[in-house]
């Protein structure tokens, strides 16, 4: 059984370091009307003359009251990416510990892996996409410090069972990182309610898909206190800029557009999933709880060059674990989607 201690877990050097404090750390009544001169800055106001909030403390408050957890228990990223490096780094002791990934899954824990220095073993998906728990768990060595779980997965684009990481979570003593980047377009829930009950969950989240803000680069990550606390250390002071923090704020505040949209890539993502399973070439279309449909084809170079020759950029994942001559194609708008169906009826 489980027996998660995060003081074990953490890189003894992260566990020792004092975390640098900002200017903007060390005072934060920003609703008095004060003299800034501590922070070195520009006084000439141009909008952004003036260093972030270093916390994201108006962002962090509103996302919280949304996914019913503590402010403490977030962090924030510039993308998901720097999220999940910030992870490697605060509890992976490089050429010592490891990690364990789920492939055909998400490419860029792999490369982390290899950024950090941190072996990854490797345990392929069941041929339905889903984990193999016994080869999991059977993998996990005393160095093992992390496994990543991507539900809905990537780019399968399937949920993995409750069960399975239930399974997981029960029986490792590190951090399980579940990537929830797609979980807006399932019909299951987040996985965000359950953190109160394994204290070993690190979830992540990004705002680049169901909230249409990939330009804007923020991710999200929901875990304990203490392991967001751990986090904190290490992360640089303004990770976060204004402009983002402002956008991401004013997008979070209108649920409701978010909410019409993902509505509206549902019922494309049915009418699209319908019309790949009668085109000649495609084989097989996978079910999909994400914003894509991966589907298997005769001869997926061939198929994708003749797209791009149309003008229509899609992913060719064959090169992927079990993925052989499989293509994924991004659910657009309904315009987008029709010109795709009308490129597919005229390949040959």
Same mark, same amino acid.
């Given at each position: 059984?489980?027996?998660?201690?995060?003081?074990?877990?953490?890189?003894?050097?992260?566990? /020792?370091?004092?975390?640098?404090?900002?200017?903007r750390d060390e005072f934060t009544d920003?609703?008095? +009307?004060?003299?800034?001169?501590?922070?070195?800055?520009?006084?000439?106001?141009? &909008?952004?003359? /003036?260093?972030?909030?270093?916390?994201?403390?108006?962002?962090?408050? !509103?996302?919280?009251?949304?996914k019913n957890v503590s402010e403490s228990?977030?962090?924030?990223?510039? &993308?998901?990416?720097?999220?999940?490096?910030?992870?490697? /780094?605060?509890?992976?002791?490089? *050429?010592?510990? *490891?990690?364990?990934?789920?492939?055909?899954?998400? &490419?860029?824990?792999?490369?982390?892996? &290899?950024?950090?220095?941190?072996?990854?073993?490797?345990?392929? !998906?069941?041929?339905?996409?889903?984990?193999?728990?016994?080869?999991?768990?059977?993998?996990?060595?005393?160095?093992?410090?992390?496994?990543?779980?991507?539900?809905?997965?990537?780019?399968?684009?399937?949920?993995?069972?409750?069960?399975?990481?239930?399974?997981?979570?029960?029986?490792?003593?590190?951090?399980?990182?579940?990537?929830?980047?797609?979980?807006?377009?399932?019909?299951?829930?987040?996985?965000?309610?359950?953190?109160?009950?394994?204290?070993?969950?690190?979830?992540?989240?990004?705002?680049?898909?169901?909230?249409?803000?990939?330009?804007?680069?923020?991710?999200?990550?929901?875990?304990?206190?203490?392991?967001?606390?751990?986090?904190?250390?290490?992360?640089?002071?303004?990770?976060?800029?204004?402009?983002?923090?402002?956008?991401?704020?004013?997008?979070?505040?209108?649920? /409701?557009?978010?909410?019409? +949209?993902?509505?509206?890539?549902?019922?494309?993502?049915?009418?699209?999933?319908?019309?790949?399973?009668?085109?000649?070439?495609?084989?097989?279309?996978?079910?999909?709880?994400?914003?894509?449909?991966?589907?298997?084809?005769?001869?997926?170079?061939?198929?994708?060059?003749?797209?791009?020759?149309?003008?229509?950029?899609?992913?060719?994942?064959?090169?992927?674990?079990?993925?052989?001559?499989?293509?994924?194609?991004?659910?657009?708008?309904?315009? +987008?989607?029709?010109?795709?169906?009308?490129?597919?009826?005229?390949?040959?």
């Amino acid at each position: 059984m489980n027996k998660f201690d995060i003081n074990k877990l953490v890189r003894a050097n992260v566990a /020792r370091m004092k975390p640098y404090s900002s200017a903007r750390d060390e005072f934060t009544d920003f609703d008095k +009307e004060m003299v800034f001169l501590d922070a070195n800055e520009n006084p000439f106001d141009n &909008g952004v003359n /003036r260093y972030p909030d270093p916390q994201q403390r108006s962002l962090k408050s !509103l996302a919280a009251s949304q996914k019913n957890v503590s402010e403490s228990q977030i962090l924030l990223g510039n &993308g998901s990416d720097e999220v999940l490096d910030l992870i490697f /780094r605060a509890f992976c002791n490089p *050429g010592v510990d *490891g990690i364990i990934t789920v492939p055909p899954t998400y &490419g860029m824990y792999n490369v982390l892996a &290899g950024t950090n220095d941190v072996a990854n073993t490797e345990v392929l !998906l069941t041929e339905d996409f889903q984990l193999d728990t016994k080869g999991i768990l059977n993998a996990v060595s005393d160095t093992t410090k992390l496994i990543f779980i991507c539900s809905p997965n990537n780019p399968t684009g399937n949920m993995i069972k409750p069960d399975l990481i239930i399974e997981v979570l029960e029986n490792f003593n590190g951090l399980v990182v579940l990537d929830e980047a797609y979980i807006d377009f399932a019909a299951a829930e987040s996985w965000i309610s359950q953190l109160k009950n394994y204290p070993n969950l690190v979830i992540t989240q990004t705002l680049s898909k169901a909230y249409g803000l990939a330009g804007i680069r923020l991710g999200l990550c929901f875990a304990s206190k203490e392991v967001i606390a751990i986090l904190n250390k290490i992360k640089p002071p303004y990770n976060v800029n204004a402009l983002t923090q402002d956008r991401a704020y004013d997008r979070l505040s209108d649920l /409701r557009m978010i909410h019409n +949209e993902v509505d509206t890539l549902l019922d494309n993502r049915k009418t699209l999933a319908a019309v790949l399973k009668d085109v000649d070439f495609v084989e097989k279309v996978y079910p999909s709880d994400a914003n894509f449909i991966l589907t298997k084809v005769d001869d997926a170079n061939k198929r994708y060059n003749q797209l791009i020759e149309k003008g229509i950029v899609v992913r060719n994942r064959s090169t992927q674990a079990l993925c052989e001559n499989t293509l994924r194609f991004t659910v657009g708008t309904k315009e +987008e989607n029709t010109t795709l169906i009308n490129a597919l009826n005229t390949i040959q």
